[in-house]
């Protein structure tokens, strides 16, 4: 699994009330959510990081 840094993010305050309320609609953290929409969104435009092999060390 790739390692996670960690980063400071400024969102306004009514972006961060909807991400909020969206990702306990889905049973996921604030941080989850934004993940996983970051993850999509890269996987549309097709430029999501190839899966890590043991190779890739």
Same mark, same amino acid.
């Given at each position: 699994? &790739? %390692?996670? %840094? +960690?980063? &400071?993010?400024?969102? *306004?305050?009514?972006?961060?009330? +909807?991400?909020?309320?969206? &990702? &306990? ?5 604030? *941080? ?10 890269? %996987?549309? +435009?097709?430029? +999501? $990081?190839? $899966?890590?092999? *043991?190779?890739?060390?």
């Amino acid at each position: 699994m &790739a %390692k996670k %840094k +960690a980063f &400071a993010l400024r969102l *306004n305050e009514d972006m961060l009330k +909807a991400l909020e309320k969206w &990702a &306990a609609d889905e049973f996921r953290s604030t *941080n989850g959510q934004i993940e996983w929409i970051l993850m999509k969104s890269l %996987k549309e +435009a097709k430029r +999501a $990081p190839r $899966p890590r092999t *043991n190779d890739d060390d």
